[in-house]
T-cell receptor
Framework: AQTVTQSQPEMSVQEAETVTLSCTYD???????LFWYKQPPSRQMILVIR????KQQNATENRFSVNFQKAAKSFSLKISDSQLGDAAMYFC????????????WGAGTKLIIKP | EPEVTQTPSHQVTQMGQEVILRCVPI?????FYWYRQILGQKVEFLVS????????KSEIFDDQFSVERPDGSNFTLKIRSTKLEDSAMYFC???????????FGQGTRLTVV
């Protein structure tokens, strides 16, 4: 069964510092996609970054980057130069083609930014 | 930029009442989804919809739930007889063909009292 695990219920970081959020997953698929979504207090789900499993290069989007370790089934999110607006729940999610790309979600990590 | 729109943003309903949650997906998207997030819990897949029929549904999506695309633009989720445990945030998402990336609406917070 496909599962996504986020082992950190809560993380805190000083403003302007770097923080890494962890995610591991379990799958027997070889071709799949991994995502990090941000959910601020408004509860809207906002895509932060996406990684294709067939790509060896780690995805980056401005201050956000991932460390994708396919053999270890690990997909961590690094946020550099943390800002107050980064405070939110962060969800790791996974999908693949044969599942009609339905998303399987981790439990989330609450990120607190200390001013 | 096109976006997925959900209405209402918040709905309060009496237990046992029917409720319809509405979504307008992005116009050229072909695949539609409903997800649910009970407060403090994981996001859960409910149902996916393609070509005017359900393509997949979870075990949560029982006979109390139904989906419809009545007019080619709206995508609705109906809960026939709401229970207290249906209280949750409901997210609609749509996806274009040949892309794994779903675009989410802002959610509808359903409160059953």
């Amino acid at each position: 069964a496909q599962t996504v695990t986020q082992s950190q219920p809560e993380m805190s970081v000083q403003e302007a510092e770097t923080v890494t959020l962890s995610c591991t997953y379990d799958t027997s698929e070889s071709d799949y996609y991994l995502f990090w979504y941000k959910q601020p207090p408004s509860r809207q789900m906002i895509l932060v970054i996406r990684q294709e499993a067939y790509k060896q290069q780690n995805a980056t989007e401005n201050r956000f980057s991932v460390n994708f370790q396919k053999a270890a089934k690990s997909f961590s999110l690094k946020i550099s130069d943390s800002q107050l607006g980064d405070a939110a729940m962060y969800f790791c999610a996974y999908n693949y083609m044969d599942s009609n790309y339905q998303l399987i979600w981790g439990a989330g990590t609450k990120l607190i930014i200390k001013p | 930029e096109p976006e997925v729109t959900q209405t209402p943003s918040h709905q309060v309903t009496q237990m046992g009442q029917e409720v319809i949650l509405r979504c307008v997906p992005i116009s050229n998207h072909l695949y539609f989804y409903w997800y649910r997030q009970i407060l403090g819990q994981k996001v859960e897949f409910l149902v996916s919809f393609y070509n005017n029929e359900i393509s997949e549904k979870s075990e949560i999506f029982d006979d109390q739930f139904s989906v419809e695309r009545p007019d080619g633009s709206n995508f609705t989720l109906k809960i026939r007889s709401t229970k207290l445990e249906d209280s949750a945030m409901y997210f609609c998402a749509s996806r274009p063909d040949r892309s794994p990336e779903a675009f989410f609406g802002q959610g509808t917070r359903l409160t059953v009292v």
